[in-house]
Structure formats: C-alpha cells, structure tokens
C-alpha cells in the first residue's frame, strides 16, 4: 500500500534574500510548490511562512509551529524550494536530515535541487548546507560594511524618527526638525538646565499633559493602536523616568547620529549586546540640532553631579545605589519627623504610597551609614596592611592557586587546537581519499560524520577554555584596579557620595527578620569592577 505522505509546504524570506528579487518571493516559493505537491500526489495540509526571518536561526514561529505538527504525527513530509530555505546552519540543518527526520520518519525534500530523503539525498549534501551558511555568514558582513558606509555619509536607520523630528520628505534615510513637537524637547533639557532631575521633569510633563512619541505615532500614523486605541486619556501622556532619562543623553538633539550602541552576538545568534561606549560609532552634525551643545554638555555634568550637590547629604550620597534585593528596584528615602528625634530610613519603593508590588525591606540611614563604612574601613586597612592578601580574598584564591589553574587551562586549550588542527587535516585527506575512489562512500560517510561531530566539540571547548582565560585575566586586572582606587582615599571615616560612587556599584537590602525579639537584616554591597566580596 502507498504510503499517504500529509504534506507541509514551508516558505521563509529574510530581508537578505530581498535583493535577490521575485526567483525567492514567497510568492515564487509557493507557486513552485503547489505545483510540485500537485504533480506528486501529495496531500497538502498545510502552509507554513516566515517572512522576514533568518535561515540562521531555527526559532522561526511558523518553522515551530510545523515542527509541533510533526511531533504531533499531522505531518510526516516536508517540502521546500531548496535547502536554504529551510536553514542555513551547517549543524542544525544536518541534525535534521541525519537524525531527527529519519527518526521520526518525516520525508524531505528539497524540489529546486532534486533531493528527497526517500530517495536518499546526494552526497553533495553536506557541501550544500555548508555553503549556504557560509552565505549567510558573508551576507552579514555585507550589510555591515553596508551600513557603516551609510552611516559614515550622514544617512540613519530608524523605524519612526525621534521626538522632536520627523522623516526629511527629500532626503532619504534622513530627519528634519519637527517644528509641532520640538517644543517638548526645548521644555525637556530646559527644565534639566535648571536644575531639575528626570524624577521631576517626568511629573512635570505628566501634570502638564505633554504627548509622549509612542502617543503622537498613534495619532498622526496609527501606530501602536494595540497600546492607546481605547486607552484611558492618561496614556497619552505617561510619561515615564527612563524615557526622560533616554532624551537627555541623546545626541540627537546637538546634531549628531551615534550608531553601533548594540549588536547581534553573532551571524547566527540575532540577541542583542551593549557595546562599550568606546566602539559606538559618531557621526556630527548630520542634521538641524534643536538644543546647543553648551547646554547639552551642562546636562550632562549636572547629572553627573547631581547627588554631590543637593542640599540634604543625607539624601543623595546613596542616590541610585540602594536597591531592594527581592524586586531590584530603588529603595526611597524618607525622614520621620514625628518623634522629638527625627530619623531618616530607606523602604522599597514598590512599597506603600497605594503600592503593594513587595514588602517595606525598611533600614534606617543611620544603620546602612554605618555598616557600609565599617565594611570599607576594614577593606582599606586590610589593603594598607597586606595588599597581596587583600587580593588573594577579592580573587577567591591564592596566587598559587591561581597560577595553577591558569596552567592548566593554558594547557588543555593548546591540546584542544593541536587537535583541531590535526583532525582538520584527516578531514581533508579523507576527502580525497573518497574523491579519488580509495574508499568507499559508506565508509567516507561514517567517518566524515565522526570527524564533523569531533569538530564541533572542539570549537566549542576552544571557545570556552579562551573565554575562562580571558575572563580570570580580566578579573585580576579589575581587582588590581580596584584596591588602587581605594588606596586613593585616605582612612574614611565619615561616607561622602564621592567614596561611594568611587567604590560601589549597589547596595542592596534584604528583608528584615525577627527571631526571639532580635531584629536581623542582610545587606549586600557590591563594589565596582570586583562585586561581591564574601
């Protein structure tokens, strides 16, 4: 009896293969394979596309969705284009072929290019998918080499303009001054200019009822209808402390266009990373600035400066560095005025004011004041006394210790590429030894298999023994630097806001507890560049 074959048919077009016009259009992939299911007896039932995806990634929704119904036993075959359009890693794509479809007895096939695993596919295969990721990976650095020339000529990329701007209608991939919004930003960095923090100028624009840009896309080009269509009035205007924050650091607004703040991890991983601030890459003067860089460069400083200046020390020396351990969010400082002896303390600011999001994790000033400086008091004799055994406890080990580690390390990394390299090289031999009819394709398949798995482990294990290298060298140079900032400072005996933004990165709160009428609270601070010390 012929086997019914219940049919997928899978179509993916990344903004890459754009370029390549209508022969890869999910309108072209389609009409290729109803024509193909059709002329083949194949009940189809179903399409799956992702359009505007990646072959290097396989968290495709619709790839998902397909693989779910094959799990489920609704699909037993599945029928693309061409092998790139399933995917373009080497590895995943081969895990599928080798392993997983005739495990659980899927047919594929690949029509452009005639293969089908009923029929058993080619042994060009392998080179196949090789060199499709090997497109991906050059096509990667195309576009960046593409954009860093854009953004070298003035030009931006950006889904909607920011605040303040709009799309130049003649220029493109360029932003002119939006003369019905640019008030905003003018009312923005004027209130920071004088004096006034984010906290402050958010409830000011909120209390004023200034359009926020998420409001004014809805309204002028039906963007995000999922958040303000029937929203309450309010919305319009809810404005919050980071987007304050993000319009006062932005150099948008003096004229320039900063690109590279982020990047994927890899061609193939499309999360995003941070990048230092050193690698960004700035271009000025590339459109009308709304905001003079004298002020602009003002902001900036007062920001900086902004805990050291206030009035009330006793408010701002911790300013942002006290966070709550179970939520993360900043504590809030409030001073009890109703005993004869007002008090100061901090309590979650998830906590009271309506907000029952955690619990208070309440600490008085006075308390945190002091732990705090004994800790960096017994930190600075200790570095005053025995430098080296200061170290040794920011390093979680002896010199010894570590030295030996790092040899060993050293020396299971120079194995590791000794044998990459040799492996590397009875890939090629046995390559030709397969071309050349020395062995048979049974035997050429096994072994290339072995050596490919061999590989990838290898790399692997290349990869983290040099990442657990560079990362104890990093952490000794952090220590080392570390112990000379606190070196700097002469024996603290009062807590300044400079000795602590100097030192700390955050302290943070836990819930107090009561155990037979003693009160105990866990505090942790964690130092810049080092963390935690235990």
């Known amino acids: 009896m012929k086997q019914p074959y219940n049919t997928a048919l899978y179509m993916r077009l990344s903004r890459d293969d754009e370029n390549y016009g209508d022969s890869v259009s999910i309108e ?15 009940h189809v039932v179903g399409e799956y596309i992702d359009d505007g995806w990646s072959g290097t990634t396989f968290e495709r929704p619709n790839f998902k969705r397909m693989m779910d119904d094959v799990d489920a036993g609704r699909v037993n075959c599945i029928v693309t284009k061409d092998l790139s359009r399933f995917g373009r890693d ?3 794509v081969g895990q599928y072929l080798e392993y997983e479809f005739p495990e659980k007895q899927v047919r594929y096939i690949a029509v452009s290019e005639n293969e089908d695993t009923k029929k058993g596919l080619s042994d060009f295969v ?14 990667s650095r195309k576009v960046k080499t593409a954009l860093h020339a854009k953004f070298a000529a003035g030009e931006r990329t950006f889904a909607y303009a920011p605040l303040g701007y709009v799309r130049h209608p003649e220029i493109k991939n360029a932003i002119m001054v939006d003369a019905e919004t640019r008030w905003i930003i003018e009312k923005i960095f004027d209130l920071a200019y004088n004096g006034a923090g984010a906290a402050k100028i958010a409830r000011v624009l909120v209390d004023e009822h200034v359009p926020t840009a998420g409001w004014l896309n809805y309204q002028r080009y039906g963007k995000f209808a999922h958040i303000y269509e029937g929203a309450p009035e309010e919305k319009s205007y809810a404005w919050t402390l980071a987007q304050v924050k993000s319009i006062l650091k932005d150099e948008t607004y003096i004229g320039n266009s900063v690109h590279n703040k982020q990047t994927n991890i890899s061609y193939k991983n499309k999360k995003k990373v941070r990048k230092p601030q050193e690698e960004w890459f700035r271009v000025e003067n590339t459109h009308e600035a709304i905001i003079s860089k004298q ?20 408010t701002q020396i911790f300013s942002g560095l006290v966070k709550c351990a179970d939520c993360g969010w900043s504590m809030r400082f409030g001073t009890n005025r109703q005993n004869s002896k007002p008090y100061s303390h901090y309590t979650c600011s998830q906590y009271g004011q309506g907000l029952k999001r955690c619990s208070s994790h309440y600490i008085r000033y006075d308390i945190l004041c002091h732990y705090v400086l004994t800790r960096i008091q017994d930190l600075w004799r200790q570095a005053q006394v025995d430098e080296t055994e200061l170290l040794h406890r920011l ?28 492996v590397d090289r009875k890939f090629a031999k046995l390559y030709e030894d397969w071309s050349d009819g020395r062995i048979t394709e049974y035997n050429f398949n096994m072994m290339s298999q072995k050596y490919q798995t061999e590989q990838q482990e290898l790399v692997e294990k290349i990869e983290r ?14 220590a080392e630097t570390w112990i000379s900032l606190l070196r700097q400072y002469s024996y603290p005996t009062e807590l300044t806001a400079e000795l602590l933004n100097g030192l700390i990165e955050k302290i943070v709160i836990h819930e107090a507890t009561t155990e037979d009428g003693v009160r105990e ?13 235990e």
């Open 395 to 422: 390093l979680k080990g002896s010199e010894q210790e570590l030295a030996a580690n790092a040899k060993r390390q050293s020396a299971e990394l120079t194995r590791a590429e000794k044998r990459r390299t040799e």
């Open 521 to 533: 609270q866990n505090i942790d601070i964690y130092y810049r560049l080092i963390g935690k010390i």
């Open 126 to 139: 392998p080179f196949k998918n090789l060199f499709n990721e090997w497109f991906a990976k050059d096509t």
């Open 295 to 314: 002020v602009f460069e003002q902001v900036q400083e007062q920001a900086a400066n902004r805990r050291r200046q206030q009035k009330d020390a006793t």
């Open 90 to 92: 080497y590895i995943m």
């Open 465 to 478: 023994l040099s990442a657990e290298l560079e990362s104890e060298k990093q952490t000794t140079v952090d």
């Open 28 to 42: 072209t992939q389609r009409t290729i394979l109803q024509q193909f299911a059709k002329d083949n007896d194949l």
